[in-house]
């Protein structure tokens, strides 16, 4: 969430990924060659190899999850024969509004938007309608379902967030002291918290003992010192495990405990990063359990809406894509050092997802 906030404290791996030119702006378009002739099996939009201008604009940067769905759904693009223009505004309201109305008054067919979180954006995605461009969105406001042809993606929050809670309840025999990490005001926030508050009503076992959670550019900063104090309050034997809605709080939560020497308090969290499976790979680590979704794949069926809108076809107003469970246990049991790209190998069919596929696009794929 993965996925969520309005600025992100700035991951070191996250750098050194491909997408640098979303660090505070924007990554030209690709330049795929086109190749002489028609294309048969192809909706008419494509058939004769027509330009297709797609561009990706994102409220939320700085973050592992941020370059990879950039990077999913560039790639899915330009596999397609589409030319991608990619957009981070790093939490900045102002630039993230500047982008989509940029895009309304230029020659995009397609706009992909994520994490659009306020009125303004319900008003921008009109605007992008009025002008005839087909629009997907990801996290964004609810309100948006009032907005004709546009389709609403999220991850399916009610199942992350009962992956995680009823593993957490299983491991303690439905008794435990925990602390939540939590932070109002964001719509997958919201739905997590739903999961959280009934599994509590039906676990009377589960004891919430101290709560934290704020949405700052230091959200990992500010947990861990939360964190600290919170285990100097509760010595051991009065805080059994942290539920952390957020992989910014986990990572917070990690470290304090780390710092503390205090690893039999044990972490379930959300989310999944290169920083995340780092942390939870390293001995003696308290984070036992994550639930998540391949953030690449989510670009990815992002992108293939988005096609299947430009072919005339037909799309679902909403869809929440399927979550999974990673475990520590899964990750120590491969010889290497598993990130996001080898997590494919630890846990079953991460990452794939043949949703919205249709047999044409493999056609272009293979033309292109």
Not at 81 to 109: C, L, M, P, R, S
Not at 167 to 189: C, H
Not at 263 to 279: H, R
Request: with cysteine; hydrophobic share 40%.
């Amino acid at each position: 969430m993965r996925k969520i906030f309005k600025k992100l404290a700035v991951s070191g791996l996250t750098l050194t990924l491909l997408l640098t030119g979303c660090s505070g702006g924007e990554q030209g378009a690709s330049s795929n060659e086109k190749k002489p002739g028609k294309i048969e099996n192809v909706p008419e939009r494509f058939a004769n190899g027509e330009e297709v201008k797609v561009k990706v604009i994102r409220k939320i940067g700085g973050d592992d999850h941020t370059v990879q769905f950039l990077a999913g759904a560039k790639k899915e693009g330009e596999d397609l024969g589409f030319k991608v223009d990619v957009f981070t505004a790093n939490g900045d309201t102002a630039k993230f509004h500047d982008a989509i109305e940029q895009a309304a008054n230029q020659d995009y067919d397609g706009v992909v938007i994520s994490h659009g979180d306020d009125a303004a954006t319900v008003d921008a995605v009109k605007k992008l309608r009025e002008k005839g461009k087909s629009v997907v969105t990801f996290d964004s406001v609810e309100d948006l379902k009032s907005v004709d042809g546009v389709t609403l993606t999220s991850q399916d929050d009610k199942a992350l967030a009962t992956l995680s809670l009823d593993q957490l309840v299983k491991d303690f025999n439905g008794k435990a002291k925990i602390a939540y990490l939590w932070v109002d005001g964001f719509p997958p926030m919201v739905r997590r918290n739903a999961v959280y508050e009934e599994t509590l009503k039906k676990n009377s076992g589960i004891k919430e003992v101290e709560r934290f959670g704020v949405a700052a550019a230091d959200t990992s900063v500010q947990t861990q010192n939360a964190v600290q104090a919170m285990l100097r309050k509760y010595p051991k034997g009065k805080l059994d495990a942290i539920y952390a809605t957020w992989d910014a709080f986990a990572i917070g939560a990690a470290r304090a405990i780390k710092e503390a020497g205090r690893d039999e308090v044990k972490i379930y969290g959300i989310d999944v990063s290169n920083a995340d499976l780092q942390l939870m790979q390293e001995k003696g680590s308290s984070w036992k359990y994550t639930a998540a979704v391949d953030p690449a794949l989510i670009g990815k069926i992002d992108m293939r809406i988005l096609a299947k809108k430009l072919a005339g076809e037909e799309t679902p107003q909403e869809y929440a894509l399927d979550a999974s469970l990673i475990s520590q246990k899964e990750l120590s049991s491969s010889k290497e050092t598993v990130n996001m790209e080898s997590l494919k190998n630890v846990v079953p069919n991460w990452g794939k997802s043949d949703e919205f596929e249709e047999e044409w696009m493999k056609t272009l794929k293979e033309h292109y």
